[in-house]
């Protein structure tokens, strides 16, 4: 594929183009010493804007951001699953009784 027509323009870190339609040869032949007379730029103002460092930075910080939110989430969803599980809850709760279990042990020896 040689030719495409496009009808989005997305610009991050990279230019991207959207909405995309494969051009065949065949179709475009004729018009081909037209189109090296047309200025790209002039069909898309967004072709010629550049993506400047701080805008590369900025892009960067934010994804980062976005991804180490994702993974505490990720983390505490881990966290919550494992605590809830059938074998947590019943060693949680065998625990529970051994402490009631030592503590009435106790109470019971003083009195």
Request: charged share 40%.
């Amino acid at each position: 594929m040689d030719w495409i027509i496009f009808h989005d323009v997305l610009v991050t870190s990279k230019i991207y183009v959207r909405t995309v339609c494969p051009i065949l040869y065949e179709w475009v032949k004729d018009l081909l010493p037209k189109l090296h007379e047309i200025d790209v730029y002039e069909l898309s103002s967004v072709a010629r804007e550049e993506v400047t460092e701080e805008d590369v930075a900025k892009w960067e910080i934010k994804e980062t951001a976005k991804r180490q939110k994702a993974e505490a989430q990720g983390e505490a969803l881990k966290k919550l699953e494992k605590r809830n599980d059938e074998s947590s809850v019943c060693d949680a709760r065998a625990r529970y009784l051994q402490r009631k279990q030592e503590r009435e042990g106790k109470q019971g020896k003083v009195q």
